[in-house]
């Protein structure tokens, strides 16, 4: 029997779907308005400093009243808070897709309630079978490959390059059908690749693949009224590890960020892909193929532009 998934009020911020926070993702707000700084303080002592970002759907036309709110909004978790002279900034982290059942309040901020958006793996749902686990495993791998061939030509765009040959070996270590599991993103903890978070994409990248492996954050999680300095949301069990599935549903949204070498068709196609990922409509071998085709075309941008960024430093040298 399919689960019944708890209803829980938490506040919410209203963003255009353009700036939809996927989980995994990360941003920062600057609150100022009254209404938004008592949302703030809100989360803080009752929510455990989880709020949800609500999307809206763009007017189809000039005399069309209103705005049309998703469904599918994202849990965001409140990482840090800092006070200014006006207002304070909000450093949050996307942790999970949520379904709005309803608005509870409008003043003096939205005040929704939600429920657990479920996953393959969750109670009720479809259970794979071994050829289909086997072909989440194959593409998860190919894209941990990706993810890794990405963050080193990033490096040599961005000057914080390692050599030729270790760019060389990475893209063929992702190709090799025989790589080992340890030919991962985890690779990255190494010193020898400190140069490349200078860059905030690359950084945020980073930053959303070592969030696949952090304990999860539902809203069913809020059993009763917490505050933030109380909440325990990221503290690692002894042992702890995901499932594949739950590995495989966290990376699906993870590698969904922004290039550094990004055009502006690939950011129009990027927020398509994240629309995607966002429905319900969709499930979780959907995701990781939209995560394949992205990171394909920010290699092969990623490929074009180091290619011409050599060739501009044989001519000048």
């Known amino acids: ?15 255009p779907r353009r700036e ?32 949800a970002q609500l999307t809206f759907l763009p007017s189809e036309s000039s005399e069309e009243e209103g705005l049309t709110v ?18 304070a900034r909000v450093d949050v982290v996307g942790e999970a897709r949520v379904k709005l059942e309803g608005i509870a309040g409008r003043e003096p901020f939205i005040t929704g309630v939600f429920t657990h958006v479920p996953q393959m793996g969750d109670a ?40 030729d040959t270790d760019v060389e070996s990475a893209e063929s270590d992702a190709k090799d059908e025989d790589a080992d599991d340890e ?10 690749f400190e140069g490349i978070w200078t860059h905030k994409e690359v950084g945020d990248l980073r930053s959303a693949m070592a969030w696949v492996d952090a304990p999860s954050v539902t809203v069913e999680r809020i059993e009763a009224e917490v505050t933030m300095e109380d909440a325990d949301w990221t503290t690692v069990p002894e042992g702890f590890a995901h499932s594949p599935l ?47 085709s992205v990171l394909d075309d920010q290699l092969q941008t990623l490929r074009a532009k180091v290619a011409l960024k050599s060739l501009g430093n044989s001519i000048n040298s």
């Open 246 to 292: 739950t590995r495989a549903e966290r990376l699906s949204f993870a590698v969904l960020q922004v290039a550094p070498a990004s055009t502006p068709t690939d950011l129009q196609k990027l927020i398509a892909c994240r629309a995607v990922a966002m429905s319900t409509d969709h499930g979780l071998m959907d995701r990781l193929r939209l995560g394949v």
């Open 1 to 15: 029997m399919a689960k019944e998934f708890v209803e829980v009020e938490v506040p919410a911020l209203l963003f």
């Open 70 to 87: 998703n469904a599918s909004a994202t849990l965001a978790r409140i990482e840090t808070v800092t006070r200014e002279a006006v207002g």
């Open 124 to 163: 009720g749902t479809y259970v794979p079978s071994d050829a289909e686990l086997a072909q989440v495993k194959e593409v998860t791998d190919y894209i941990e490959g990706a993810v890794r061939d990405v963050l080193l030509l990033s490096a040599r765009l961005l000057g914080d390059a390692p050599s």
């Open 20 to 51: 939809t926070l996927l989980p995994g993702s990360r941003l920062t707000l600057h609150l100022y308005e009254a209404r938004f700084l008592a949302l703030l303080e809100d989360a803080m002592k009752r929510t455990g400093g989880l709020i």
């Open 183 to 192: 030919n991962t993103v985890n690779e990255f903890d190494d010193a020898s």
